[in-house]
């Protein structure tokens, strides 16, 4: 058997509860796919986005709904080794990969502060002119579970807002493009697991500020969000899951102030008198 279909086949054999059907899942919750869609499938070079080019590539071969499917990467200046394992992994497993080369990580490099804001913004703005340049109508990008938990609490935390990651988004700035998140439902710990099992070796991060190749350890603000979540869970197994349920079920009448559409509301807007209450007349 090829291997590019041995590690394929083992996401719906031995991992067909925890990631497969939480893929399909995610996909059918969420709409994400619908017939003619054509999706350029973002590859950074990290675990989760092959993971994610491996999963669509199943569900387009086993799907009623046709979608074409592109595999596109953009190096915004990988260390020449780190390139070199991106194009190691597409050949192993045979995805024929569109690569594109920019300047982020120099340009990013003397921004000062919020580089990663800016990488992010320019990341996004390069995938979704490449990808129309392909004829593609969505980009697909590899964020999982424990990213839209991290988010969600990151946000709150360290930005002052109750907001989350999103399962597809509207681009605002390319009319017609969608952006849409597949392994949405994906925990982080069965795909590292995939991952083992197939003896696979990924980048861990695709920015030259931290990447050191496949061994190297997270920090920052999102590695201590994620030790707080792994603390958490362990007072409280369900803690993740309730922090993501918490998104799917907002209860604005218990909520002082809310921003929908750039405008601000506040419970006191239509707080009004008690129930029950009427004015006395005047004599």
Known sequence: MERSVEIERSIIKKYKKPIWHR??????????????????????????SFLL?????QLQRHSDVPFALEFLCM?????????????????????????????????????????????ARMRRGYLYKNAQALGCNKIALGHHFDDVI??????????????????KL???????????????????????AWKRYNGLSFLQCACRFTERGADSAPHG??????????????????????L???????????????????????FLDDYGAPPGFAPEADE
């Open 23 to 48: 893929f399909i899942g995610g996909c059918k919750d969420y709409r994400l796919i619908g017939a003619g869609d054509r999706i350029a499938v973002c590859i950074s070079g990290g675990k989760d």
């Open 53 to 57: 080019a491996c999963c669509l590539r």
């Open 75 to 119: 190096d915004p200046g990988y260390r020449p080794e780190n390139r070199a394992m991106i194009e190691h992994n597409a050949a192993l497993m045979a995805l024929p990969l569109h690569i594109f080369e920019t300047e982020i990580f120099d340009t990013v490099a003397h921004a000062g502060q919020s580089p990663c804001y800016l990488c």
């Open 150 to 167: 991290e988010t969600t609490l990151m946000s709150m935390l360290w930005g002052a807002e109750v907001k989350t990651m999103m399962p």
């Open 170 to 192: 509207h681009s605002t700035n390319y009319p017609g493009m969608e952006l849409i998140r597949p392994l949405y439902l994906v925990r982080e710990a069965d795909i590292l």
């Open 221 to 242: 603000a999102r590695a201590q969000t994620k030790a707080l979540i792994a603390a958490l869970r362990g007072a409280n197994p369900q803690a993740d899951v309730n």
């Open 244 to 266: 993501f349920r918490s998104m799917h079920s907002v209860n604005l009448n218990m909520t002082p102030g809310w921003t929908k559409d750039g405008q601000a509301h506040s």
